[in-house]
């Protein structure tokens, strides 16, 4: 497959979805990459594994710190071209799903924002954010 082939329609490999993009200012197309559909299923199904009812016996911080260790890792593998709007799904699932389970543990109803908010989850309990790593990636310094 040459790069004109490629540039009309996607493809995967080794996890990263290979497609046509459009620049923001000039609209002209380029081939890029972004994380493909089953990595992000695949480590927002992790984060759900870890969110079950069988876990409400563990503690708040042991469970965060698990889900940390594959969000940390999942991000440094996908930090290469369009990944803003895959870390914002993942962080989001990432929240619902811990508010959901604290609610849970806690027997407290309704969403969880008003008793576990961002500065809870991310500050005391140490939640991995990986909207803020992009900030780090040494293109956005440019």
Excluded at 63 to 79: D, I, K, T
Excluded at 89 to 101: G, K, S
Aim: aromatic residues 12%; contains cysteine.
């Amino acid at each position: 497959m040459n790069i004109e082939q490629a540039s009309k329609r996607s493809f995967e490999f080794l996890g990263y979805s290979f497609e046509r993009c459009y620049a923001v200012g000039t609209g002209h197309a380029y081939l890029g990459t972004k994380p493909s559909r089953k990595k992000i299923a695949g480590v927002t199904r992790r984060i759900s594994q870890l969110t079950e009812r069988n876990r409400l016996c563990d503690e708040a911080t042991d469970v965060v710190g698990e889900f940390n260790a594959p969000l940390r890792g999942w991000g440094q593998y996908f930090c290469l071209g369009s990944v803003s709007k895959a870390y914002r799904a993942v962080d989001a699932h990432a929240w619902h799903r811990l508010r959901q389970w604290l609610g849970r543990k806690h027997k407290v109803r309704g969403a969880g924002t008003g008793q576990y908010p961002d500065e809870y989850l991310y500050e005391t309990l140490g939640l991995v954010r990986l909207t803020k790593t992009t900030a780090n990636l040494p293109w956005a310094k440019a």
